[in-house]
């Protein structure tokens, strides 16, 4: 079956860096393109990042661009979202997900001021 496993989250300063990751199992990861989602306490999941099954194509919410990077290595079958330069507001349950279907078990990041 599909699983995606999220891991790297935790607690750090405003304008530290963090790197999450996101391995799976259970389908055709090469074929297929990951996006990583937030959920902040009394917020709407908003969508952070995608990256394509293809030609690796990302895509970057606006308030991300520039301090995030997303990533794929087939070889492990793990995407990572590098994130730097973070701030309070990035605080979330991070998730990673396939075709919005499928969903790991999310990842805390806590940014203090």
């Known amino acids: 079956q599909v699983q995606l496993v999220e891991s790297g989250g935790g607690l750090v300063q405003s304008g530290d860096s963090l790197r999450l990751s996101c391995t799976a199992s259970?389908?055709?990861?090469?074929?297929?393109?990951i996006a990583w989602f937030r959920q902040a306490p009394g917020k709407e999941r908003e969508g952070v990042s995608c990256?394509?099954?293809?030609?690796?194509?990302?895509t970057y919410t606006a308030s991300v661009k520039g301090r995030f990077t997303i990533s794929r290595d087939s070889a492990k079958n793990t995407v990572y979202l590098q994130m730097n330069r973070l701030k309070p507001e990035d605080t979330a349950v991070y998730y990673c997900t396939l075709e919005s279907r499928y969903w790991g078990q999310g990842t805390q990041v806590t940014v203090s001021s």
């Open positions: 990256i394509s099954r293809s030609d690796g194509t990302t």
């Open positions: 259970g389908f055709a990861f090469d074929y297929s393109a």
